[in-house]
Structure formats: structure tokens, C-alpha cells
């Protein structure tokens, strides 16, 4: 079974409510093929232009939420900020 099938058939299992394709590929690996194979409706990354779209237009909402980013927000919320350098940081995100 090829990569490209692999993620055709997470894309057809309704078992399977999103999907991230942890990059760099290897080199082997044609990445924009892959990339561009992911359901937008499964696209955990936020890459497909229409999550795109939806994330960067006013009050639209995409589906998935870019992980990396989101995830490091929620875990800093707790902490009180003591530098100026992370406030910027992450205010950019």
C-alpha cells in the first residue's frame, strides 16, 4: 500500500476524525502530494486552503485549529509571563 493510499483511506474512515502529517516527509516522499491528499474536513494542520481561509478571515471558523500553536497557548495560559520577549512571542500566533 502506497503513502497516497494511506491517507486516501483515513480519509474514507469515519473512525478516523482527523489527520496530521508530521513533516519534514523523507525525501522519498513527495510532501505537496500528500498534503494536498488530506481531507479538509480531517486536516488537523490547518494546511488545506480552505482551513486556511476560515482561520484567517474574521468570524469564520475552521474546523481544526493549527495543533502546534494551539497546544502552546493553552499550556503557557497558566503561567504568568515575566518576560516581555515570550508576551511578543506568542502574540504573533
Known amino acids: 500500500m502506497s503513502d497516497l493510499q494511506i491517507v486516501q483511506g483515513y480519509n474514507a474512515d469515519p473512525a ?3 489527520i496530521l502529517v508530521q513533516l519534514p516527509l523523507p ?9 494536498d491528499a488530506v481531507s479538509f474536513e480531517k486536516d488537523v494542520d490547518g494546511f488545506h486552503p480552505q482551513n486556511i481561509g476560515c ?4 468570524s469564520r471558523d475552521p474546523r481544526f485549529v493549527c495543533c502546534t500553536p494551539k497546544v502552546n497557548i493553552s499550556m503557557l495560559a497558566p503561567v504568568p509571563f515575566v518576560s516581555l520577549y515570550c508576551v511578543r512571542c506568542f502574540t504573533c500566533l
Not at 525525501?27 to 498534503?35: F, G, M, S, T, Y
Not at 482561520?55 to 474574521?58: C, I, K, V
Open 16 to 18: 478516523v476524525h482527523g
Open 27 to 35: 525525501k522519498h516522499i513527495n510532501e505537496q502530494r500528500i498534503l
Open 55 to 58: 482561520l484567517a478571515m474574521r
